[in-house]
């Protein structure tokens, strides 16, 4: 099992202790860091900067925001990077939900999620192979035709095909997949999943596309890596996150992760949290995560029980554990750990 440092996105501003954290994982022999968007900094301009800084480490985004882009915009960073790293660039997508999208980017949420995806991650091949013009016409472009042939489309586009050529045809889309059936679209149309809440004794709750993934399909879950003595002190990290995806990420009636939460036992708890969260009692909703639910999605606690429990996500379908570990400590005994 490869290891990742997820460093994730910017609060208030950029941390100092990213760029020393990418590079000591580099040093370590961590495989990949990774960077991700919400509605604050951006994926790509930190994977950019820690290219410059490293030489090895592979540069991956988790994920990157698909409304947030155009699917030709989005190839077009990613070559870049690619070209500009030597070749490290692995282009982690995600579709994120109704409020983000529509609430912050000024677009539709497709009604058809599925199909949406499909067409993105379509023209976004088409861009990396460079085998002719782009072109997603008719039916098959429903919801990003090229050209654009919408009522007012001038009628004057032409598919081009993009002047650089990329450094890789094959350069990496992983996909963030929550629902059975977008796993299972994930497992065709990708080269790996960037699963949500993985708990290594629930493969279940993602569907049966699990039991049969693709040969070399990359499976790379997050988790929370802290090293201390205190487990429930190590956890609290994780239920603010936890209370904040599961209360804040989404409407109260459409909720992708509180959905994912319910479907792996813990339903009643998830409705409980996004009420409060909804409520303005954002102190109460974290303490309602219940710590067995985030205990479950992450290595916490002194080293020895890491290592136990490391043993779990070693046996399972993962690939590569993306860490998101806030000290040096916590990744080099990771590292230790994982040999």
């Avoid at 790509?44 to 030709?72: D, E, K, N």
């Avoid at 995600?94 to 991650?121: D, H, K």
């Avoid at 023209?123 to 782009?134: A, D, F, K, S, Y």
């Avoid at 339903?267 to 067995?292: C, K, N, S, Y």
Wanted: net charge positive.
């Amino acid at each position: 099992m490869r290891l990742g440092l997820a460093l994730g996105y910017w609060g208030r501003g950029p941390s100092p202790d990213h760029l020393p954290l990418a590079r000591e994982a580099e040093r370590l022999g961590y495989d990949s860091v990774w960077t991700a968007e919400s509605w604050g900094s951006d994926a790509f301009t930190p994977l950019t900067w820690i290219a410059a800084r490293t030489s090895r480490i592979r540069l991956g985004t988790a994920v990157a925001q698909m409304a947030a882009r155009s699917p030709t915009t989005t190839a077009m960073h990613a070559l870049t990077l690619d070209h500009l790293s030597g070749g490290r660039m692995l282009l982690g997508l995600g579709l994120s939900g109704p409020q983000v999208v529509e609430g912050w980017y000024g677009r539709p949420f497709p009604r058809s999620p599925l199909t949406a995806t499909r067409e993105y991650v379509d023209i976004v091949r088409q861009v990396l192979r460079r085998e002719g013009p782009v072109e997603l016409r008719g039916p098959a472009g429903r919801f990003h035709p090229l050209p654009y042939d919408g009522p007012d489309a001038t009628g004057l586009g032409k598919p081009l095909k993009p002047v650089t050529h990329p450094l890789r045809a094959g350069l990496p889309v992983l996909l963030g997949a929550e629902g059975p059936k977008n796993v299972a679209q994930t497992t065709r149309i990708a080269d790996g999943w960037l699963p949500l809440y993985w708990a290594p004794g629930r493969p279940e709750v993602y569907g049966p596309a699990v039991s049969a993934l693709p040969p070399g399909f990359m499976v790379a879950p997050m988790a929370r890596v802290k090293v201390c003595d205190d487990v429930a002190e190590g956890l609290l990290p994780v239920k603010a996150m936890l209370g904040f995806y599961i209360g804040g990420m989404g409407h109260a009636a459409r909720n992708f992760h509180a959905d994912l939460m319910g479907r792996m036992g813990y339903e009643e708890e998830a409705r409980r949290i996004q009420r409060l969260f909804l409520q303005g009692r954002r102190e109460e909703a974290v303490l309602a995560v219940p710590d067995a639910f985030a205990d479950e999605i992450s290595l916490v606690g002194p080293r020895e029980r890491i290592a136990e429990r490391l043993e779990s996500w070693r046996k399972g379908p993962v690939t590569d554990l993306l860490a998101l570990a806030p000290d040096p400590v916590s990744l080099r005994v990771l590292a230790e750990l994982n040999t």
